[in-house]
């Protein structure tokens, strides 16, 4: 059983930065892709970005250059680093992780820009 856990999310200024994190029950390295999700109210929820456990990445246009996806296999967790947001970065955002197959997701932690 996978369990993914996010965390940092929070109330920010337009132009500010965050940092969520998605920390995983075992090991993450068998979860492929690991990704983050975002799902704005009344809104489907789509992808942000992902990334391999050989590290490559993939970025959605509207976020490419101002967020940055990583993977620390050692300590189990994946983050999202969030700069220059937006308000139209506000939603909850959802880390996924693939195993054989199955999608595996967190609890959401919600992401506020605003002044």
């Known amino acids: 059983q996978v369990q993914l856990v996010e965390s940092g999310g929070g109330l920010v200024q337009p132009g500010g930065s965050l940092r969520l994190s998605c920390a995983a029950s075992?090991?993450?390295?068998?979860?492929?892709?690991m990704g983050w999700y975002r799902q704005a109210p009344g809104k489907e929820r789509d992808l942000v970005a992902r990334i391999t456990s050989g590290g490559s990445t993939y970025y959605v246009d509207s976020v490419k250059d101002r967020f940055t996806i990583s993977r620390d296999n050692a300590k189990n967790t994946v983050y999202l680093q969030m700069n220059s947001l937006k308000p139209e970065d506000t939603a909850v955002y959802y880390c996924?992780?693939?195993?054989?197959?199955?999608?595996?997701w967190g609890q959401g932690t919600q992401v506020t820009v605003s002044s």
């Open positions: 075992g090991t993450i390295f068998s979860l492929n892709p």
């Open positions: 996924n992780g693939v195993l054989r197959g199955n999608n595996y």
